[in-house]
């Protein structure tokens, strides 16, 4: 529990962007592999991207690629989701999460979780 700390949630109008940050321990950011999911109203949580964290291997939910881009800052234990183009259908609850495993059995099993940041995109 409080592992993981996201921001950077609001209202945005579609065809915009925001930038989603979330601040993790070191001890867990050296070693793990970080993710965001998202959950939308009456949905299942589904994944979004996930980033190694060694050399940075990336990974995408189809509806996420070459709109989204998941990134992370080394020196200061954050990853990022660079969210561009968005549409009404991306409005969710964006979780971040750890998990001691590769860019795709993240997708399966996470061990850490953030509390969530609402995103809202408004037609």
């Known amino acids: 529990q409080g592992q993981l700390v996201e921001s950077g949630g609001g209202l945005v109008q579609a065809g915009g962007s925001l930038r989603l940050s979330c601040a993790a321990p070191g001890r867990i950011f050296r070693d793990y592999t970080m993710a965001w999911f998202r959950r939308a109203p009456g949905k299942e949580r589904e994944f979004v991207a996930a980033i190694s964290h060694s050399f940075g291997r990336t990974d995408y939910a189809e509806s996420a690629k070459e709109r989204f881009t998941i990134s992370r800052d080394n020196a200061r234990n954050t990853v990022y989701l660079q969210m561009n183009s968005l549409k009404p259908e991306d409005t969710a609850v964006y979780y971040c999460?750890?998990?001691?495993?590769?860019?795709?059995?993240?997708?399966?099993?996470?061990?850490?979780w953030g509390q969530g940041t609402q995103v809202t995109v408004s037609s």
């Open positions: 999460a750890a998990g001691y495993g590769s860019i795709w059995s993240i997708r399966r099993s996470a061990d850490y």
